[in-house]
């Protein structure tokens, strides 16, 4: 069994990786693993085991239409996590965030039709339903999607499904909801709160902070997509929700008492434009369909993230001066 990790080097995708080659995931304890990556600044080689005997490591694009007929020979499937992802960011740089996850999808989507593999997960995200004021959104339920970076998302689950469609791939797509734990970069809320507070410094929350979000750690998302993978249906959607709400001010008050502060810590800031107020999934389906359900619960998950931030100072702080020194030179503040 092979597999090829579009954006491997990332949060939710190194995880998936290094879960795969510790024969975490069954049906492929032995799985040969590709990781091909572009290690823009929210990838990181260094997520990676560099030497492990079942990992080769390509660095490039996914839009590289002639790197993909290249490489995808031999493969069984490929798992997509690969695209830009931080919302702020799509506020003012959104051709990037279309350029690689609707055209990078659908050059992907190509190349494998092209050299003949068969099996495909296309790893999306809540985002693309906007807003939901009470109740949980379903996977029937209409994308309407409230930032560039959710309609960049939403446009290529449209590709993915045009694909199984048109031309009958095999093709699954997973929405799951707001990711934490190890390896997370830090300008996600979580990381970014946890790592300013162990430097001593503030902690910017929009507006009130009563923005909702559902909480799931990536140890459950990667599980959810394994299934995915090897029971999932073609042309099928899955929701992997945390089966949890916080607020983000809720979040913020944990992580100060995790770390030994206090609310005098928080600045408030201006809220984000188009923030959507609530997001929540139902996840019946994959929970009736495939078996899952989340394992880690929101608290010691949590505690347990604090605690590796805490203890890799060492992988952190590159990250973040590798970002600082970034926005510099683009002329923007993080």
């Not at 339920?141 to 095999?170: F, M, Q, V």
């Not at 099928?236 to 995790?258: A, P, W």
């Not at 770390?259 to 999934?281: E, T």
């Amino acid at each position: 069994m092979r597999l090829l990790i579009t954006g491997g080097a990332g949060f939710i995708g190194s995880h998936f990786v290094r879960t795969v080659l510790d024969g975490g995931y069954a049906g492929y304890e032995q799985a040969r693993v590709t990781v091909l990556d572009k290690l823009t600044y929210a990838g990181n080689r260094d997520n990676l085991p560099a030497s492990h005997p079942r990992l080769d490591f390509v660095r490039g694009d996914i839009r590289d239409s002639a790197l993909l007929h290249r490489l995808l020979p031999g493969h069984d499937a490929v798992v997509h996590f690969a695209a830009e992802s931080h919302v702020d960011r799509s506020l003012t740089s959104a051709g990037e965030f279309v350029r690689t996850n609707v055209e990078g999808t659908q050059t992907l989507l190509d190349a494998c039709l092209a050299t003949g593999v068969e099996r495909v997960v296309h790893v999306s995200t809540d985002e693309v339903y906007g807003s939901i004021t009470e109740g949980s959104w379903t996977e029937d339920r209409p994308l309407l999607p409230n930032s560039p970076y959710a309609a960049s998302k939403a446009a290529s689950d449209l590709i993915a499904r045009s694909y199984w469609r048109t031309h009958g791939l095999n093709v699954s797509i997973t929405r799951c909801s707001n990711n934490y734990g190890p390896y997370q970069h830090p300008e996600k809320l979580i990381p970014l709160f946890v790592t300013q507070l162990l430097e001593g410094l503030p902690v910017p929350l929009y507006g009130d902070g009563g923005n909702i979000r559902e909480w799931l750690h990536v140890e459950d998302h990667c599980r959810a997509i394994a299934l995915v993978l090897s029971k999932g249906g073609a042309g099928e959607v899955y929701n992997i929700g945390g089966g949890n709400e916080q607020s983000n001010l809720h979040i913020t008050d944990r992580l100060l008492e995790l770390c030994g502060a206090d609310r005098s810590m928080i600045v408030h800031v201006p809220d984000r434009k188009g923030h959507d107020l609530r997001y929540a999934l139902d996840e019946t389906k994959i929970r009736e369909t495939l078996g899952y359900a989340p394992e880690v619960p929101f608290e010691q998950g949590l505690a347990d993230t604090v605690a590796w931030y805490r203890d890799n100072p060492g992988w952190w702080k590159p990250v973040k001066q590798r970002g600082a020194a970034a926005a510099s030179q683009e002329g923007t503040v993080q």
